[in-house]
């Protein structure tokens, strides 16, 4: 089972906003930009039957985050693919265009992934936290591969976001942690209390491929490949 949180963006035609920080799931027209199409690209994706869980606002001005899941195998590269054509014909509305660039402002701004969220039914069961250990472990085996197929660029895209800032890891290196954003891979602090649930792959970019993203971690966890 996977769940994909998507993130995009748009930017201000003249000059730049104000520094991160009040922008984060934020509420105001001084720091939020762009709702309505996000509240639009909701509905559409509710009434398409779009798995579509969940959205925010995310660290840079202008950028936001939609949450697709949980899915199945192929049916997370359906249902997150979808979900993009939607949002894009849904911005074309409000004469915008959606940037799904990893990195699409340089300097002191985040970039955007697509963290995956994976379990399998061991992990979700109860006392299902070696299986997350292992997997981790397979993962960190494969950190090049999965690289590799976590952006359409087959890497290059990512290295301008992967640089162990913004709450990223280095592209170079693989490392896992509970709660921690600046890692690989995070474990989420209930799931470590919990001791069973799921663990989130923060390497993806936004613009990566899902299915190719899904297809390598079912190979590393699954297959041993």
């Not at 402002?105 to 039914?121: E, F, K, M, Q, V």
Request: charged residues 20%.
């Amino acid at each position: 089972s996977s769940g994909i949180n998507a993130e995009y963006g748009g930017w201000p035609k003249n000059g730049y906003p104000g520094p991160q920080g009040p922008y984060y799931c934020g509420v105001g027209a001084d720091k939020v930009k762009g709702r309505k199409i996000v509240e639009a690209h909701y509905r559409a994706c509710m009434y398409a039957g779009i798995k579509i869980a969940g959205s925010n606002a995310e660290v840079m001005p202008s950028q936001w985050e939609y949450q697709v899941g949980p899915c199945e195998g192929i049916e997370m590269g359906d249902h997150l693919w979808v979900s993009r054509w939607i949002l894009c014909r849904i911005a074309e509305e409000f004469n915008v265009v959606i940037s799904f660039d990893p990195k699409p402002i340089p300097g002191d701004w985040n970039g955007a992934g697509c963290h995956t969220n994976i379990s399998t039914l061991q992990m979700r069961n109860e006392g299902g936290y070696p299986h997350i250990e292992a997997a981790i472990a397979a993962m960190s085996k494969k950190h090049a591969e999965h690289i590799e197929s976590y952006d359409p660029s087959g890497g290059a895209d990512n290295r301008r976001r992967l640089t162990g800032l913004h709450e990223t890891a280095s592209i170079d290196q693989f490392s896992s942690g509970v709660a921690h954003r600046g890692a690989s891979i995070r474990i989420p602090r209930q799931v470590a209390a919990d001791g069973f649930g799921y663990f989130e792959d923060r390497r993806p970019s936004s613009n990566a491929d899902p299915y190719s993203v899904t297809n390598r971690i079912v190979r590393t966890i699954c297959l041993g490949e």
